[in-house]
């Protein structure tokens, strides 16, 4: 970095700091910037959770000893403290309990400065503590009142202990990099210091790590929204970086055809934890992205999912109480994103969107929806862990509250696993999903790779390790071939034709996981198969049901060629894992060579 820019960066977070601290006036009243009263509505809601805290309601964090629940706890009594009309204004007992909270937070930082939080001496965990206390010192700097100086003092340096670890330190996820380059801008508009934005550049040069359908390395909604459009638009704003705002756009542009009708977000291909069956993600998430482009851009899209988000889910934004990124501490320092929304323009409620960089496509007629899901890692050949996309559900599929969670296949083939296709292919009137797999025997080594002493280099089949060069034996495979092909009927349902072929008689299990809550008709409960299938139930023949209400999923037709077979990996079972779906589940058994056709109507 040469020096004039450095000093331009210097300069332009000094103008950040007047900035934010003007946007930190928060006021309970609704005024002409503040249509719709949100602020109000938050303010009242963490008054409650005040109130809770007062009567000595708390959430385990003394007993459990956990930073960034303190430091949440700090940010949202700043809230209220800083509030002229919350009933807890400048309230004594609310002080007391920060400066408990303070207190404790301070008694667990680290001789260098850092936190632990499941992870020891954690740059990363310490920069969602530091960011929320950097926020709460802005909102108390503003409110003036004499009362919390001892208070703003003790924070102030716990963040000054902290800077160098942040500053010098590293992160563990591709998150982790934005929200701690956001988290060291605060700390420079706070504590400015030069070196602050030389850091927060070499992180920034390394790019976004956006990919062409919009979605960040992790894919993941969760922390797309918690974290990184936050950390972006803080940044955006900060730096004056009208590239990172853009960024922003384009991840909102890609998770509107993730939306289901009931405003909750697909997941499925995440390589976080939100991937994991029974994980819900919702609307509420990017409740201040959508808020912010909304009144920024006048983008009449985003206006109408805030308003959608403050009609029917303004309780998961009320209760977001453990993250510095949530909606009320930043539309509080965003004050702009709080005011009057532009008209509403209506959405899409009928198209198809195929993500064609990831595998996976959307499709909505009204109410009915489908998730095609070709987005696995599997192929990569890196195994099973954080950080991988493995979940198996190739499809989904909803009809207004009926919700079919998902559809697995699973071969008894060498226990290879569940079927994992290579990505979403068009094909005449529909989507393939597809995947070769190839078990090997291994022949004699060539006489180049042979050792006299027969010690030879650990490695890794695919399913196993041996101490036997794998890589330099020719070998003889067996094969087989998955095909399944999704089509669209007229009557607003699915298709899915099943080929598998490649070995005769192979046991082929296929799972449906229906949602709790629903009636399944037309089903057997399941006697066979072993205690991983208690519980679940078989179509033996014809057509099943299951209805919520009045909405349906009629499914079949039924098969049952003998018990099914678990899903895991060889290397999953070998550690006792699993990977069970959640929910009403269902299965149809065949046998190769399989030809098969179940409809979804």
């Not at 940010?75 to 400066?99: C, K, Q, T």
């Not at 077979?565 to 299965?587: F, I, K, L, P, T």
């Amino acid at each position: 970095m040469n020096p004039s820019t450095s000093f331009d960066m210097v300069a332009r977070f000094f103008l950040f700091l007047g900035s934010m601290v003007t946007l930190a006036t928060v006021s309970s009243t609704a005024t002409a910037s503040d249509e719709a009263g949100i602020l109000v509505r938050l303010a009242e809601a963490n008054d409650l959770v005040i109130e809770a805290r007062l009567a000595g309601d708390e959430t385990g964090a003394y007993v459990r000893g956990m930073p960034r629940t303190f430091s949440t706890h700090l940010l949202f009594g700043a809230l209220a403290h800083a509030d002229a009309n919350s009933r807890w204004h400048r309230s004594s007992r609310v002080l007391e309990l920060m400066e408990r909270d303070a207190a404790a937070l301070g008694a667990l930082q680290r001789e260098g400065g850092l936190f632990d939080e499941g992870n020891l001496d954690s740059p990363p965990d310490s920069a969602f503590v530091v960011s929320a206390l950097c926020k709460m010192l802005r909102l108390l700097d503003r409110d003036e009142s004499s009362d919390t100086e001892g208070l703003r003092h003790a924070i102030a340096e716990i963040v000054r202990r902290a800077t160098p670890g942040l500053l010098e330190g590293g992160v563990h996820t591709p998150n982790h990099r934005w929200h701690l380059a956001a988290t060291l801008a605060e700390i420079h508009a706070l504590h400015p210091d030069p070196r602050l934005p030389v850091r927060i550049d070499e992180w920034l040069a390394e790019g976004i790590d956006i990919d062409p359908d919009g979605f960040y390395g992790e894919r993941s909604p969760h922390y797309s929204a918690e974290v990184v459009n936050p950390a972006l638009v803080e940044l955006g704003h900060a730096l004056e970086r009208k590239d990172l705002l853009d960024v922003v756009r384009r991840n909102l542009e890609a998770s509107l055809a993730l939306i289901e009708p009931n405003g909750e977000v697909e997941a499925v291909f995440s390589r976080r934890q939100d991937q994991r069956e029974g994980v819900r993600k919702y609307l509420a998430d990017n409740f201040f992205a959508y808020r912010f482009f909304a009144t920024k851009d006048g983008d009449g899209r985003w206006a109408a999912l805030a308003r959608r988000i403050e009609r029917d889910q303004f309780d998961l934004v009320a209760r977001n109480q453990r993250n510095p990124n949530a909606a009320f501490p930043l539309l509080a320092l965003f004050r702009e994103a709080a005011g009057e929304l532009p008209a509403d323009v209506a959405l899409p409620e009928s198209f198809v969107h195929h993500y064609a960089h990831n595998g996976i496509v959307r499709i909505r007629k009204g109410t009915t929806t489908t998730t095609i899901n070709g987005a696995s890692d599997a192929a990569s050949g890196l195994g099973f862990g954080s950080g991988l996309a493995m979940n198996p559900t190739f499809l989904r599929f909803r009809r207004g509250a009926a919700v079919l969670d998902g559809v697995r296949l699973v071969p008894q083939f060498f226990s290879t696993g569940f079927f994992y296709p290579w990505g979403v292919d068009r094909i005449e009137g529909g989507w393939r999903l597809r995947e070769l797999r190839r078990v090997p025997y291994y022949l004699p080594l060539p006489p180049e790779s042979r050792r006299a002493d027969g010690d030879y280099t650990l490695g890794a089949d695919g399913r196993f390790f041996a101490k036997m060069e794998f890589d330099r034996r020719p070998v003889h495979t067996v094969d087989l071939e998955i095909r399944v092909d999704v089509r669209e009927r007229e009557d607003g349902g699915f298709d899915l034709d099943f080929d598998v072929d490649g070995r005769a008689d192979v046991p082929v299990t296929i799972e449906l996981s229906f949602r709790e809550g629903g009636v399944l008709e037309g089903v057997d409960r399941l006697d066979s198969g072993g205690p991983e299938f208690a519980g679940a139930f078989a179509l033996r023949r014809g057509d099943g049901r299951y209805r919520v209400g009045e909405d349906e999923i009629v499914f079949g037709p039924g098969s049952f060629e003998g018990p099914p077979v678990r899903g895991e990996h060889e290397s999953v079972r070998w550690v006792n894992g699993s990977m069970r779906a959640v929910g009403q589940r269902v299965y149809v058994t065949l046998r190769t060579p399989v030809r098969y056709t179940m409809t979804l109507r």
